[in-house]
C-alpha cells in the first residue's frame, strides 16, 4: 500500500511540475506580447529612421520559441529521456566517488 501511495504522490508532484512550467511559459508569452507594443510605440516616436525594435521582437521572440519547445517536449534533446539519463550518470558519478573515499 505505501509503494503505490509513493507512486500517485510521484505522479501528482510530476503533474504539478509541469502544469507549473505550462503556466510560466503562458505567462512568458503574454508578457512579449503586452510589452513589444510598447517597444515598437517607444521606438517609433523617439528613433522612427532606424527601427530597432525588430531586434528585440526577435531575440525575445526566439527565447520564447526556445521555452515552447522545452515545455511542450518538441526538441530532440534536453528532453525527459535525456533528464534521467543525465540523472542516472551523476547518481552513478557520486557513488562511484564514495566508494574511492
Known amino acids: 500500500m505505501t509503494d ?9 508532484y510530476q ?7 505550462i503556466r510560466e511559459f503562458y505567462e512568458h508569452l ?4 503586452l510589452v513589444n507594443p510598447i517597444v515598437i510605440v517607444v521606438n517609433i516616436m523617439t528613433s522612427p529612421g532606424y527601427l530597432w525594435f525588430v531586434w528585440c521582437l526577435m531575440g525575445w521572440g526566439i ?3 526556445l521555452h515552447g519547445l522545452k515545455v511542450f517536449s518538441f526538441p530532440p534533446f534536453f528532453n525527459k529521456k535525456w533528464e534521467e539519463r543525465k ?3 551523476i547518481l552513478e558519478k557520486e557513488k562511484n566517488q ?3 573515499e
Open 63 to 65: 527565447a520564447i520559441v
Open 15 to 21: 503533474a504539478q511540475k509541469r502544469v507549473k512550467e
Open 4 to 12: 503505490k501511495n509513493h507512486l500517485e504522490g510521484e505522479r501528482y
Open 87 to 89: 540523472i542516472r550518470e
Open 30 to 33: 503574454t508578457v512579449y506580447i
Open 98 to 100: 564514495k566508494t574511492w
